[in-house]
Each structure stands twice: as structure tokens, then as C-alpha cells.
């Protein structure tokens, strides 16, 4: 039974007469009733039938309600059987109750009476799936709500597909996030038993029927054969729905030999496709109201630039350098968002610094150089006011730390240093040597790497620069686009090899 849709019942009595007084009885019910006067016949049927319940004599000849009893549970695990006997002892009630029948009535019974049996078990098992589902979800909903909004979206989806896999015990699902306007796919997360389940789960997938009609979900049947066994292929596409729009969908394929999706696992994907939307939309928000706070900190950022010529695009080509330098290390989407953030806004500190001081083209006393050491922690102190900026503090407070602990503000040592600072260190003395400044021409590719090598250890981290020259050697850096001339990076190995000779 599933969806509220009659219940499959069968009846197992040698005794025809009572077959027929039973099937007489529930023929004013909705119900699917089909009754074996021989036990053989019954346990074929139940073994390649959906069954609900099953209401058996206890003994049949041969046979044994037992054997029944048993069939119907390993065929069906949540099949509610009740046996009936005319010679009933207490330890026959027990042991059949223990065995997982569910009740046991005793002949001659009045009809009224089993009736009351059947509704009673049939709602004990509508409680059970959906209880069950219903577990899953708390779990599913506990899970999610801990993984906020700042995770990656493909973390979240590939929660939904586990969950998904779980509770509707389904052979293959996808996810789908979509751009509302063009259909456009922006992220995609499967599992599948079988690898042609992905093409099945992209042919099927309502995304293609829902392009012409109504958000609602789409369910199909289908009776196949797999391994040997006639089967019924169930494929649910269920829409995920943002204010009337189809933002993805949740693609479902359940092989099952009988059709036993419940009503409390389509509840429960229901329940999930409103998770996604709603974690979907808070995301989107964040998003632009992260971009919006950012455009409006750039513009800042862009004007302490503009103060000073000889730096113009520094901010830019250090987030790319960075951005190099994090992928070569593996981090995820949310991190390498933050730390566009991070190397955007590091020296916005500077505007508090004198033009004077600034712009010197010359060294700095050690008064001016102590105002202009004030940069990180007049950059913490504009950024602490923007709440989704506080990814970026790390790199603001940390990128003059130096890594034998002679830097500035905090003179933190070694891995005492958050590591966007110390990443950040690496790419933004790289750039800094490489570019014009206000009191000298920009130096060599040559001379910057092998600034970067002389200070492994005392200025940066050792690994963080290997892990550097490993992205300049895969030739990841475009210098053309960036310094406006090519790098020969074939000569990297020889100086490399030459400034860790001894001596
Ligand atoms: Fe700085």
C-alpha cells in the first residue's frame, strides 16, 4: 500500500468456506484482497506479489501459519500478518508474537472484530514507514542546519543525495542546481549504483518536463526485469521551488521488485527539496550581500591605488598569484571566495598612511615607517565595522608576519601565523619585487625568486614558497598577461640549484 492507495491483503486458509467468509467481509473495503486455499500456492504469491498484510490460518496440513508468518517478513519487512487458529494455547500466541505477527485472533472470531484487526494493522504500519522516514530526516535536518551557509553548496547537495539514497533506499539520484532564468546547470551532485544510471537519471530528469508546465512532482512506473526478477522502476523528479521558480530538482530512481514507495518518502522528499530551496536562497543572499559589501570595500581599496600610480593593479595581480598558490594546496570553493576577499582588502589599512609617506621615493625614517607598520591594524579596525568582511581579517592582520617571528604587529612565529597571512606573504613580496615602485624600476622574475628562496624560513614559510615555485614551474602563471613581458621559466631549476648550494 502506498500514497493512501488500497492495500494489497492476502488471505491463506485450507478451509475454503472461511476464505470465502473473510473475502465477503472486506469485499465494502478499498482493499486488494486475493485468498490461497493451498499454502504453497499462497507463499509463491507472496513471495513475487506487494503484499501488506496477510491474515493466515496456523495450520494447514503440511503447512504452517509459521512458514507463512516467515515468508511474508523476508519478502516484505514491514508486512503486518495476523494468524487465526481455532486451538489456541498461550505459548502459540507468544511464540507467533515473537516471531513478529502482529496479532492473533481466535476462531470462530466475528467479522467486526477482524476488520478492526486489518485497520489496525494496516495504521501501524502507515506509522512505521512514515516514523522511519521521519527519523532520517531529523538526522538529515540536524546536519544541515550545522553546515551554514558560508560551506560550499556542493557539501549541501551531496547531503541531500545521501539523505535522499537513504530514506527512499533508491538506486541512483542527482541533484541539480539551476539558474532560474536560463536553466543553466550551476552545480550538479550524483550517487549511482550503476554507472548507466547517470544517463538514466539525465534523460529522465524532470528539469525537462518541468520547462513547459506547472513545479510539481513528476512520478513514473515502469515494470522491467533486473536480475531475472520482474521489478517496477519508479523515477520521481521532485522540483526545488524558490518564490514560484525552478531553482533545481531533486532526480530519483528506485528499483524495487514491488512498488512500496510510501507516502512517508515522498513527505521526506518534500521535506528536503524545501531544505535545498531555502538553503539556495540564503545562499544567493549572502552572496550578493557579500558582493555588494566587496564592490563597496574595492572602491575604497581602488582609491589607495589611485593615490599612488606605481601600484596600480598590485591588488589584482596579487589575488591572482594567491588564488594559484591555494588551488596548488587544494582549497575549497568557500576559502578561495574568502581569500579574494583577503588579498583584495589586506592593505586598506594604507589609507590611514600620509601621501607623504606613501608615495617617498626614498627609505623611510623610522618614524615613518613605524605610521606605516599601523596599516594592518588600521585595516582591522575598517573592516571589523562589515560584518561579512571578517573572512578577511586574517590576511589584513597577517600577511607582515614574518615566519621566524620579526614581523609586524604581532611578531608571530611559524604556524602561529594564520596561513592566509603567510600565503599571502609569499605572493605579495613576489609582485612587489617584480613591479615599478615609487624609488626603483621593477626587478627581475630572477631576482624576485630568488628573494623568495634566500628568505624561506626567516620571512616566509619554506612550504608556502615551494609550493609557489612548484605553480611556476607548471607553468601557471601568465606573465605575459600580468607583467606585460614573457618569463623564461626553464632557468628556475639552475637558480634554484644555485642558491641551495652550500656556501
Ligand atoms: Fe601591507
Redesign the pocket.
Known amino acids: 500500500m502506498s500514497n493512501g492507495q488500497p492495500a494489497n491483503i492476502v488471505v491463506v486458509d485450507d478451509e475454503q468456506y472461511i476464505c470465502n467468509i473473510i473475502i465477503e467481509a472486506l469485499s465494502s473495503e478499498t482493499h486488494n484482497v486475493v485468498s490461497f486455499c493451498e499454502p504453497a500456492q499462497a507463499l509463491e504469491h507472496i513471495e513475487n506479489n506487494p503484499v501488506d498484510l496477510v491474515l493466515t490460518d496456523l495450520v494447514m496440513g503440511e503447512f504452517t501459519g509459521m512458514q507463512i508468518l516467515e515468508t511474508t517478513l523476508a519478502a516484505h519487512k514491514d508486512g503486518i500478518v495476523i494468524l487465526m487458529t481455532a486451538h489456541p494455547t498461550v505459548q502459540t500466541a507468544i511464540s507467533v508474537l515473537k516471531k513478529g505477527a502482529y496479532d492473533f485472533l481466535v476462531k470462530p472470531f466475528k467479522l467486526d472484530i477482524l476488520k478492526a484487526a486489518i485497520e489496525r494493522g494496516l495504521a501501524h504500519q502507515r506509522i512505521i514507514r512514515d516514523v522511519v522516514n521521519l527519523q532520517g530526516q531529523v538526522e538529515f535536518l540536524k546536519v544541515a542546519n550545522a553546515s551554514v551557509v558560508e560551506e560550499n553548496m556542493t557539501s549541501f547537495l551531496k547531503l541531500v543525495v545521501e539523505s535522499c539514497k537513504k530514506e527512499l533506499l533508491a538506486q541512483a539520484v542527482s541533484v541539480t542546481e539551476l539558474d532560474p532564468d536560463t536553466r543553466e546547470v550551476i552545480t550538479e551532485v550524483c550517487d549511482c549504483e550503476r554507472e548507466e544510471d547517470l544517463e538514466v537519471l539525465a534523460t529522465e530528469s524532470g528539469r525537462v518536463a518541468f520547462a513547459d508546465r506547472e513545479c510539481k512532482p513528476v512520478i513514473r512506473r515502469e515494470q522491467i526485469e533486473q536480475d531475472g526478477q520482474p521489478s517496477t522502476k519508479v523515477f520521481i523528479s521532485q522540483p526545488i521551488v524558490i518564490h514560484g521558480k525552478l531553482h533545481g530538482v531533486i532526480d530519483v530512481l528506485i528499483v524495487r521488485r514491488f512498488d512500496e514507495v510510501t507516502r512517508g518518502q515522498l513527505d521526506v522528499l518534500t521535506i528536503l527539496s524545501s531544505s535545498a530551496a531555502s538553503t539556495i536562497a540564503n545562499r544567493r543572499l549572502y552572496r550578493e550581500l557579500q558582493r555588494s559589501y566587496l564592490e563597496a570595500i574595492r572602491g575604497l581599496a581602488n582609491a589607495i591605488e589611485a593615490r599612488d600610480e606605481y601600484t596600480a593593479g598590485h591588488t589584482d595581480r596579487v589575488c591572482r598569484l594567491a588564488d594559484l598558490i591555494a588551488r596548488e594546496l587544494g582549497w575549497n570553493e568557500n576559502r578561495l571566495n574568502n581569500l579574494v576577499m583577503g588579498c583584495t582588502l589586506?592593505?586598506i589599512?594604507?589609507i590611514g598612511v600620509p601621501d607623504s609617506i606613501l608615495n617617498k621615493p626614498g627609505p623611510l625614517t623610522d618614524d615613518e615607517r613605524s605610521k606605516m607598520q599601523k596599516?594592518?591594524e588600521v585595516?582591522l579596525r575598517i573592516i571589523s565595522e562589515f560584518e561579512l568582511c571578517r573572512p578577511a581579517i586574517p590576511y589584513?592582520m597577517a600577511?607582515?608576519e614574518w615566519f621566524d617571528g620579526n614581523g609586524y604587529p604581532g611578531g608571530l612565529v611559524g604556524e602561529d601565523i594564520p596561513i592566509e597571512g603567510r600565503l599571502l606573504a609569499v605572493a605579495?613580496t613576489f609582485d612587489a619585487i617584480m613591479s615599478d615602485r615609487p624609488y626603483r624600476k621593477g626587478r627581475s622574475f630572477m631576482t624576485a625568486v630568488s628573494e623568495l628562496v634566500t628568505y624561506k624560513g626567516t620571512q616566509f614559510d619554506p612550504q608556502l614558497v615551494d609550493t609557489f615555485l612548484e605553480v611556476i614551474k607548471q607553468g601557471k602563471i601568465n606573465f605575459k598577461d600580468m607583467y606585460g613581458h614573457d618569463e623564461d621559466i626553464s632557468q628556475l631549476e639552475q637558480v634554484l640549484a644555485t642558491e641551495m648550494a652550500p656556501g
Open positions: 589586506h592593505d589599512g594604507k596599516h594592518p585595516g589584513i600577511h607582515h605579495d
